[in-house]
Nanobody, 129 residues
């Protein structure tokens, strides 16, 4: 069965850290671009960070630069999102997605759902004191 599974969400205080994982089964992440997206309450899904497993290129949206780090481990078939210095605005449901033909540069990663063949069901991040 082909699927992406996110894990690592939870409750954290402002300023704290969480490490999200996106693990693929039924296919190999190598060769794909992986994006992390966030959907807050009542908000549209927004692109947070992307990584290309082909060349290691990464992209971050401005609001998370310097705080979040995305990385891929092809051997483990997993992409992680290290989130530090979390803020209230970082709360939401986090989804990972894999796109075979999606390009990633430090300036761009596709925000469009149709550019990603596989999506996970999400993991929730709550930031609260």
């Amino acid at each position: 069965q082909v699927q992406l599974v996110e894990s690592g969400g939870g409750l954290v205080q402002p300023g704290g850290s969480l490490r999200l994982s996106c693990t693929a089964s039924g296919f190999t992440l190598a060769g794909y671009a992986i994006g992390w997206f966030r959907q807050g309450s009542g908000n549209e899904r927004e692109k947070i960070a992307c990584v290309s497993t082909r060349d290691g290129a990464t992209y971050y949206t401005d609001s998370v630069k310097g705080r979040f780090t995305i990385s891929s481990d092809n051997a483990a078939n997993t992409v992680t999102l290290q989130m530090d210095s979390l803020k209230y605005g970082d709360a939401g449901d986090y989804f990972c997605a894999a796109g075979r033909s999606t390009a990633v540069t430090d300036m761009y990663c596709s925000p469009y759902s149709y550019d990603y063949e596989y999506w996970g069901l999400g993991t929730q991040v709550t930031v609260s004191s």
